[in-house]
């Protein structure tokens, strides 16, 4: 697919779901009792993943548009797949059932597409085997696939050495069914739609400092939810409103999680100008809708605890970077290397063939910001923020930008495209 640059962006938006929370929307659901109504859910090729994987346990789920119906199976009436579970391209998928299946009372294997079976998964193995969980990487190379033999489990509380949702979550899950409190404790506080999402389906779930703590439960019950737009793929156009001359978006129902909005905190110190409208709040999840304008933009510095909060809109704010006056510099974001691509390598390579003046480190990258930038022929490597990071850089760039492998957006943004062309009119 080919871009080039455009005048200006003018109009507005509602973005898809959030996928964090449409995936634990089907997952609780499919553990609870009685029905789990979703509305704005994400249809994108990752939590049809979860869905399919819930289906093949015997949960009953009805798709129409974006509503889905659950029939929840109670919190022990999962049964055993007839095959193997394949979770796509979907780490959250992977890294979360993992939790569920560690505690059931059947052996199943877990598997995904080429890029999740190279994404690293001893994060959740050591702490989930801590635990009494047996789990073993078929390979030994702490990849998936997964063999898990459902076993009972014992709390614990681990301190993680990484600040990942994923980790958090799995063992969260897996405390569900464990005997005694099992508690986690992150470097920085992680997104928490987890927490949010379990307590509001009756966990005894809560809070302290950087530290999540669950107790065994006995139900979960059945909730109506209404998914809120997701922050990270708004991030695009949050972008492309302040870089792109002359333009206004207006995106409708984004969810503000504090555990979230990173994007907004580093746009406003890069001098973005930004407002929130109309927040509101749904399910313990604040929502708004953000208008962007044109700005000047200068560089900053992002790292340590607000990492966590904007760790997958990394790629759009290093692309928003080479658009701003001086030096910006992303560090303590190693989290990147193990996401769908190595998202630092893959970044740093895709900007510097446009003509940005950027460079690797070990936990990040220094962009010096200002240079022109020019069209490209930009690998994704099927990771979808890539392929959405370069499509919107390359409406600011001079000539003709190529994205290969760009169908990938379908992972989360299905009609992302499309919405990029309606804007430009």
Same mark, same amino acid.
């Given at each position: ?142 990849? !998936?696939? @997964?063999?898990? *033999? /459902? ?6 509380? &681990? #301190? =993680? ?12 899950? !897996?405390? @569900?069914?464990? *005997? /005694? ?6 470097? &920085? #506080? =992680? ?144 989290e990147l290397k193990v996401k769908e691509s190595n998202r630092i390598e893959v970044m740093v390579r895709g ?75």
């Open positions: 697919m080919k871009f080039s640059a455009v005048r200006r962006l003018h109009g507005e938006i509602t973005v898809p779901g959030d996928k964090s929370i449409s995936h634990r929307s089907v997952m609780f659901g499919s553990l609870a009792k009685g029905t789990t109504e979703i509305h704005h859910f994400l249809r994108g090729a990752d939590c049809l993943s979860t869905i399919s994987c819930f289906q093949a346990m015997g949960v009953a789920i009805d798709i129409s548009g974006d509503i889905v119906i659950v029939h929840g199976n109670g919190l022990h009436g999962l049964k055993k797949p007839e095959a193997i579970l394949d979770c796509g391209n979907s780490g959250t998928t992977t890294r979360l059932i993992a939790g569920i299946l560690s505690a059931q009372d059947f052996e199943v294997t877990l598997t995904g597409d080429a890029s999740i079976q190279k994404r690293p998964m001893k994060r959740i193995i050591t702490p989930l085997s801590r635990m009494g969980a047996r789990i073993r990487s078929l390979h030994n190379n702490d990849c !998936a696939p @997964l063999v898990i *033999s /459902g076993s009972p489990l014992n709390g614990i509380h &681990y #301190l =993680s050495p990484v600040a990942s949702a994923q980790v958090k979550s799995s063992i969260l899950l !897996a405390g @569900l069914y464990a *005997s /005694g409190e099992t508690r986690v404790t992150e470097p &920085y #506080l =992680s997104r928490n739609h987890t927490e949010l999402m379990l307590s509001s389906f009756g966990a005894d779930v809560h809070t302290e400092e950087t530290t999540a703590i669950i107790k065994p439960a006995k139900e979960l019950y059945g909730q109506k939810i209404e998914v809120p737009g997701d922050i990270s793929s708004a991030a695009f156009f949050l972008a492309a409103g302040l870089m792109i001359p002359d333009s206004e978006i207006l995106i409708r129902g984004v969810g503000i999680n504090p555990t979230r909005d990173g994007i907004l905190r580093v746009c406003r110190d890069m001098g973005g100008k930004m407002e929130l409208l109309n927040i509101r709040e749904n399910g313990g999840e604040p929502t708004a809708d953000i208008l962007v304008k044109t700005s000047v933009l200068h560089g900053t510095e992002i790292g340590g605890a607000v990492i966590p909060t904007l760790i997958d809109e990394l790629p759009m704010i290093a692309a928003l970077a080479c658009l701003a006056e001086g030096e910006t510099i992303i560090r303590d974001a190693a900007l510097s063939a446009m003509g940005a003046d950027v460079s690797e480190t070990d936990d990040g990258m220094i962009i010096r910001g200002g240079k022109p930038l020019h069209g490209a022929v930009i690998d994704s490597h099927l990771d979808h923020r890539i392929a959405m990071t370069f499509a919107i850089l390359g409406c600011c760039a001079q000539g003709e930008t190529e994205i290969i492998g760009a169908e990938c957006v379908n992972i989360s943004y299905p009609r992302f495209y499309q919405d990029l062309e309606r804007l430009t009119h």
